[in-house]
């Protein structure tokens, strides 16, 4: 029985999570609609053209941030989870993005540190790539310009799994 309650636990928090899933929102929805559904999100953001985003980040112990991009009239029109191994070379401009770009992107991360190799702040993610917790960095100049970026396996959590 006690090896039970472990897998009944992860089973009932899934299914709770899949009616809060920012991916299932059906495009078009209206922001009300979106805000009834979802919750407030943890940031929202101007978007070009007098749209919106908003987003729903699980950090700094999760491991997604979803933005749910509305347009001018606040409707749905964009949903994506960021923190994919297959969307930071799409998305991240070193040399052109700067410290709100990031932020609209990603949300705060989870850890800010230094090291003496670079000069600026490392802004560090949690996700996961085919279920393995992964770290995505992004190194940040004095400036506050994304000066590049990279991804690694996340060992601390690879040994709590263990």
């Known amino acids: 029985m ?5 897998v009944a636990m992860a089973l009932v928090l899934a299914l709770s999570g899949c009616a809060l899933d920012p991916t299932r929102l ?4 209206t922001r009300a609609e979106t805000l009834q559904k979802l919750g407030n999100p943890t940031a929202t953001y101007a978007m070009p053209g007098g749209g919106e985003r908003l987003q ?3 950090a700094p112990a999760g491991v997604t941030v979803n ?3 509305l347009d001018a009239s606040g409707r749905v029109v964009s949903i994506r989870q960021e923190l994919e191994d297959g969307m930071f070379d799409i998305t991240v401009k070193p040399g052109v ?3 709100d770009d990031v932020l609209r992107s990603y949300g705060r991360p989870f850890e ?6 670079f000069n600026g702040d490392i802004w560090t ?5 085919l279920n393995n917790p992964r770290l995505f960095h992004i190194y940040i100049d004095p400036d506050g310009v994304v000066d590049h970026y990279h991804t690694a396996d996340d060992q601390r959590r690879l040994m709590t799994d263990q």
């Open 112 to 117: 800010v540190s230094q090291v003496l190799a």
């Open 125 to 129: 993610w949690h996700y996961q790539s």
């Open 67 to 69: 933005n749910v991009d």
């Open 56 to 58: 729903y980040s699980r």
């Open 97 to 99: 993005w700067r410290v």
């Open 26 to 29: 059906p495009l078009g929805s």
């Open 2 to 6: 006690r090896r039970l309650w472990p």
